[in-house]
């Protein structure tokens, strides 16, 4: 499920947002620090700007080469990998001065070492902070949250069905007999190990086996459209994720209609990510958006644990229907979790 490597993910855009944020603060605290007399807002921002403009180029350089060298320092045993990121970004910092020094503006050999100091304490931060955030993701402490929260999903599942079968046996216990049948064999997935991933097509199988038990008891009120385009199914992906979508898109949207609805599941790929779209009709009344928000919460925090914050999950209203989006990375999971 995540990455053995202690070395920080530097393809993950969650890495790359919180070193650019912990840079920020330390040029934040060095115009503070050599903030001279009669200091005010003004002058802070403008030594601010101008020490940013000379930091901003190497440190996306730096930032730039150690997403390329990324591959082959996470092979590397953790110290020479550590050693690897200081020479690399010593040495390109170093470069990125020699190159302002000749083609900008000419520096004082006191300004390139405190370029270099400033570098080193750079990356000593960074990689600490990083290190941190790392240990309070680590893979015991993330699978035990994947557990709770999994745990969580199962119960409503589990209650539906059971209504849905409960609701067939005396008026037609040959359908309930069959929606039984599906029912344990639903449950022997759901209540596998799922703390890694599974296939795209075990989600699609798993939801396609929820509607028609949901069928049974809605009837003609329910109605669904699959819309596949080039679907990787061997994509994996985490459990439980389209799923919990349905019911809500059932729970919310459809059993409110007296005439019922339809609810529309489209799965495509979308640049480098993979789309999930569901929506459905607008409830006329919103005495259950209290359990539509425990889900999509739920499903959020999941998606934060397996890719941090290289997946989405948005939700709006268009055309009289509430639409669900999940955006998931199609590269490889070593690429896109944690650092």
């Known amino acids: 499920m995540r990455k053995t490597s202690r ?22 605290f060095l115009t503070v620090y050599d903030g001279q007399s009669g200091w005010n807002v003004s002058l802070w921002l403008n030594d601010l700007a101008q020490i940013g403009s000379q930091w901003a180029p190497p440190l996306l350089i730096v930032m730039g080469a150690l997403t390329l060298a990324y591959p082959y320092l996470s092979r590397w045993p953790y110290r020479w990998a550590l050693a690897g990121i200081f020479l690399l970004a010593i040495s390109l910092t170093a470069f990125s001065a020699l190159a302002y020094h000749r083609w900008i503006t000419p520096l004082a050999t006191s300004q390139v070492w405190q370029l270099m100091l400033l570098c080193v304490a750079d990356v000593l931060v960074c990689l600490y902070y990083l290190d941190l955030l790392q240990r309070a993701y680590s893979p015991a402490i993330a699978e035990a949250r994947l557990q709770a929260l999994q745990a969580r999903i199962r119960p409503h599942f589990l209650f539906n069905s059971l209504n849905a079968a409960l609701s067939l ?38 939801c396609q086996q929820y509607l028609n038990i949901e069928k049974l008891r809605l009837d003609e009120r329910l109605q669904y459209d699959w819309q596949l385009y080039d679907v990787p199914t061997e994509m994996m992906i985490p459990p439980l994720i389209l799923q919990p979508l349905l019911e809500n898109a059932v729970y919310h949207g459809i059993e409110p209609q007296s005439q019922g609805g339809l609810i529309n599941i489209e799965i495509r790929p979308s640049g480098k990510s993979l789309l999930l779209r569901i929506s459905n009709p607008l409830s006329p009344r919103s005495d259950k958006s209290g359990g539509n928000k425990m889900a999509l919460k739920n499903i959020r925090e999941r998606l934060r644990l397996h890719y941090d ?18 955006l998931i990375p199609t590269r490889p999971m070593s690429e896109v979790v944690h650092g």
């Open 7 to 28: 070395i920080p993910n530097f393809r993950n855009l969650g890495i790359h947002l919180r070193v650019l944020l912990l840079h920020l603060c330390l040029l934040a």
């Open 169 to 206: 046996i005396r008026s037609q216990p040959q359908r309930a007999e069959n929606a039984l049948e599906d029912m344990a064999e639903l449950f022997r997935v759901l209540m596998a190990d799922n703390r890694d991933l599974v296939p795209l097509s075990q989600e699609i199988a798993l």
């Open 309 to 326: 914050l290289e997946a989405q999950l948005r939700q709006y209203e268009a055309d009289q229907r509430y639409i669900v989006e999940i």
